[in-house]
C-alpha cells in the first residue's frame, strides 16, 4: 500500500492509522514522497515520484531495510529507476487520473517491461477488465487506486 500525503496536515495520524492497519494485515507500507513521515510512522518504506528518482541510492544507505518504489511514465524515468526495488509505471490504459498522460497500452507496456532490470508493476486505468490483457507482459504486478473494486 503506498500512502500519499500530499501535504495534508493530518498526515501522520492517517499513516499511523494505516501502519497499524497494514502490520496487523501483513501488508506493507510504503509513504509517498516523504522519508521523513516514513520513518516516523515504521512505514516499510517510501514511494517516489520520476522526479525524485536520483534519491534511491542514498534512501538505501540511510535505510538499508526499506523497499523503495519509483514512479515512472516514459522508457527514460524506466532507465532511472532501475536502482529501485520496483518501478510504477504508468498510465497503462485510460485513466481518469488528471495526472495519467496517454496511455502505453499492454504491448508498450510490455516493451518497456522488458528493457528493466527492476521489477515493474503496471498502473494506470488497470481493472477486472482489462488486468487479463497484462498476463503476459512481465509485469511483476498491478496497482489500482480504485479500479480493481466495485461494480464495474
Not at 64 to 70: A, D, E, K
Not at 85 to 112: K, T
Request: contains cysteine.
Amino acid at each position: 500500500m503506498i500512502y500519499r500525503a500530499f501535504g495534508d496536515p493530518g498526515a501522520d495520524d492517517v499513516a499511523k492509522r494505516l501502519r497499524t492497519v497494514t502490520r496487523a494485515r501483513g501488508i506493507r507500507l510504503l509513504i509517498g514522497a516523504d522519508d521523513g513521515l516514513a520513518v516516523r510512522v515504521g512505514a516499510d518504506g517510501v514511494h517516489l515520484p520520476e522526479r525524485m528518482a536520483h534519491r534511491v541510492l542514498r534512501l538505501k544507505l540511510r535505510q538499508p531495510g526499506w523497499l523503495i518504489s519509483v514512479a515512472a511514465h516514459s522508457r527514460t524515468a524506466v532507465c532511472r529507476g532501475q536502482s529501485a526495488d520496483a518501478i510504477v509505471l504508468s498510465a497503462v490504459f485510460p485513466s481518469r487520473s488528471p495526472s495519467a498522460g496517454q496511455a502505453l497500452g499492454p504491448i508498450r507496456f510490455a516493451q518497456l517491461v522488458r528493457t528493466s532490470r527492476a521489477p515493474v508493476i503496471a498502473l494506470g486505468g488497470v481493472n477486472k477488465q482489462n488486468a487479463p490483457r497484462l498476463i503476459s507482459t512481465g509485469a511483476a504486478g498491478l496497482a489500482a487506486i480504485d479500479g480493481l473494486t466495485g461494480p464495474d
